[in-house]
């Protein structure tokens, strides 16, 4: 049996206090295939949460292609190597617009800084917008745009946070006007850091806004938001750590889904099934101007092991068809999500396998906190592990690996409602 205390009390002398985990009883993972998991003493959950094996834990083709490439040779782009060009040429084909230059590094979190760093290169301007319920990494830089937590000092004054799209309460009171009240937003914002002396560079989001709950946002949705950035000279990164490499379902990237045209594409978590690799993709002329403006080089990013592992990503998306596998089993776990009853539900949406269902208590999407929370650790104790998102983490997230099938999704949904029938309102 596994010794939950003495591992709780190693990580908090090793790796300091407050060191999150998931759940009140934390789940000690010793295992993982396709889209199971094994705890230490033998249990298995269905892991409906982790996009990071984003096709499979531990799937042999991406295991095979590290442990290949570790066996012949590891080093840095600073030496000439085939592996690296590969990747980018097939990676930035799935783009248009000339977004066709690539940085690799490790993390999401290093790939949206260096993009901000893009932003501020080639508009020469210093002020950033994001929304106010998103993250989009931990450096120091991007840790400015986080909603969570204050930055030693406060706040900054050149990042400017606008509301967030909401599917219960939209802005500017209804649907039919959100586009427009976010764009409005996002001018206002750009007048504020104009006025200040900062100049307003760069707009970055989600292009799903997955940490904002993934509103259902139609197609053309961010054109008005798009008018108001161009008009102001300024530049958009879509952050795809999330919605990228087809999780979306009909799309491969999220911002394909919504319409957009980004100036800059991050990426990370996803992209080396768990393996540390990230990147940034560009137009040329803002790869350039970054380089000559910042020194920027990157020891293990674009490593050769690194971009093998991302490389077999790619075949097996392709060879096992799994972004059209997540069209179909996630219009299938849509429609099982949307057969729930229960008088808490306020919402059920999503796209490809990443859904979720949003909960209120009497209209009232912060009430209803404590219940969510407690229907996750519920779940954790049925075997599915799910967890919360939201602006009050008022719903659940489902975002599993890629090969999940429909089974799964019967299992997940059957639990699910066993759950939400077992818990008190």
């Not at 590290?66 to 590969?86: K, M, P, S, V, W």
């Not at 991050?266 to 768990?274: F, L, S, V």
Request: aromatic share 8%; proline share 5%; charged share 20%.
């Amino acid at each position: 049996m596994s010794d939950t205390a003495t591992l709780l009390t190693r990580r908090a002398q090793l790796l300091g206090p407050n060191m999150t985990t998931f759940y009140d009883d934390p789940v000690h993972i010793v295992r993982g295939e396709g889209t199971w998991l094994w705890d230490a003493d033998g249990n298995r959950f269905l892991d409906c949460y982790n996009n990071v094996p984003h096709v499979g834990h531990a799937h042999p083709k991406v295991v095979q292609a590290i442990t290949d490439q570790a066996a012949t040779l590891n080093t840095h782009t600073r030496y000439l190597h085939e592996g690296i060009l590969d990747y980018g040429e097939r990676l930035t084909a799935t783009m248009g617009n000339d977004l066709d230059t690539m940085i690799m590094v490790c993390t999401g979190s290093e790939a949206n800084d260096i993009a901000l760093r893009m932003g501020r290169a080639v508009t020469g301007k210093t002020g950033i917008i994001c929304t106010d319920n998103t993250y989009h990494g931990n450096t120091d830089l991007v840790s400015h745009l986080s909603a969570k937590k204050t930055p030693i000092g406060g706040a900054v004054d050149w990042v400017r946070k606008v509301p967030s799209p909401d599917a219960i309460e939209p802005l500017g009171g209804s649907h039919e006007a959100q586009a427009q009240a976010f764009a409005d937003e996002i001018q206002t914002a750009i007048n504020a850091l104009e006025a200040d002396g900062h100049g307003f560079g760069t707009l970055i989001l989600c292009p799903f806004f997955a940490n904002e709950g993934f509103p259902d946002l139609p197609k053309g949705f961010l054109d008005p938001t798009v008018d108001v950035v161009r008009r102001a000279g300024g530049i958009i990164i879509a952050d795809e750590v999330q919605p990228g490499f087809g999780r979306t379902g009909r799309n491969f990237w999220g911002h394909e889904r919504i319409g957009l045209v980004p100036d800059i594409v991050t990426m990370g978590k996803p992209m080396g099934n768990g393996h540390p690799v990230a990147a940034v993709v560009t137009r040329p002329e803002i790869m350039a101007e970054f380089r000559n403006r910042f020194g920027y080089f990157n020891t293990f990013g674009g490593n050769p092991v690194s971009a093998a592992a991302a490389m077999a990503v790619l075949d097996v998306l392709e060879e096992e068809q799994l972004v059209e596998n997540a069209r179909d089993t996630g219009d299938y776990a849509l429609g099982l999500l949307g057969q729930l009853d229960h008088p808490m539900i306020a919402d059920v949406r999503g796209a490809g396998l990443f859904l979720g269902v949003e909960f209120a208590r009497d209209g009232n999407t912060e009430a209803a906190a404590d219940f969510c929370a407690k229907l996750v650790d519920d779940m954790r104790h049925r075997g599915v592990l799910l967890h919360s998102v939201g602006r009050h983490y008022h719903g659940i997230k489902i975002r599993p690996p890629m090969c999940f099938d429909c089974a799964q999704a019967d299992f997940l949904v059957e639990t699910l409602d066993d759950a939400l029938k077992a818990l008190p309102v």
